[in-house]
């Protein structure tokens, strides 16, 4: 077979895992909630960039009246945001939003614990900084690299079902999905592999040439 568009092979996961991390969180947040900072009340996005809506922020309509923070997710149309531009749809902000609990919190220090993890056992990744990722989480009475240190002690039998998705996989790329529910890992091919090896291979006929 041949393949016109190498590159296209690895925008293909190798392997998608999608886990249900609802019941791990919920042991996870009981084990790690006294040491969180009580924050203000905000809708948060479920993955991706993150974008956060504070309470305190201010949501004008197109009429330039202030909204609701309650309302939120109820609104359609264009909005400001703190003075920048926004467009809500209700169905989508339901789907996208949900409200910054204890839980949220706990989801995205468990998150960062397995990136983490990740970046560690991958010889590509980009290291991934724990700490810096927790401590805006963290209640200042505590010191965050002890508090990591904790989590650290008991989180294996957390996360242990979910980072051997990556055991022995230390060349390859990887991507990490959360919908507010499940985890979803993906494992691609190594692009960059091939193009390093491509890169030789093209440098050896070169020199083959010249010589």
Avoid at 24 to 29: L, Q, S, Y
Avoid at 46 to 69: C, P, Q, R
Wanted: net charge negative; with cysteine; proline share 3%.
């Amino acid at each position: 077979m041949i393949i016109q568009d190498p590159m296209e092979f690895f925008k293909i996961p190798e392997h998608v895992v999608t886990i249900n991390i609802v019941d791990v969180v919920n042991r996870f947040t009981t084990m790690i909630e006294e040491y969180l900072i009580e924050m203000e009340p905000a809708y948060i996005t479920n993955s991706g960039a993150k974008v956060i809506v504070k309470k305190s922020d201010k949501i004008l309509d197109s009429k330039g009246e202030v909204v609701a923070f309650e309302n939120f997710l109820k609104l359609d149309g264009d909005y400001l945001l703190n003075g920048n531009p926004i467009v809500l749809n209700s169905l989508s902000s339901r789907k996208n939003y949900r409200p910054r609990t204890k839980i949220a919190i706990a989801t995205e220090i468990l998150i960062a614990f397995v990136k983490d993890d990740i970046s560690k056992r991958s010889n590509w990744e980009a290291v991934f900084d724990v700490y810096e990722a927790i401590e805006p989480y963290i209640d200042r009475k505590y010191d965050v690299n002890d508090v990591c240190g904790y989590i650290v002690e008991r989180i294996d039998p957390f996360i242990r079902s979910i980072i051997d998705h990556y055991h022995g996989k230390d060349w390859n790329v990887h991507e990490v999905e959360y919908d507010g529910f499940r985890l979803t890992l993906k494992r691609y091919g190594d692009w960059r592999a091939y193009m390093w090896n491509q890169q030789q291979y093209d440098k050896q006929q070169q020199d083959t040439e010249q010589s």
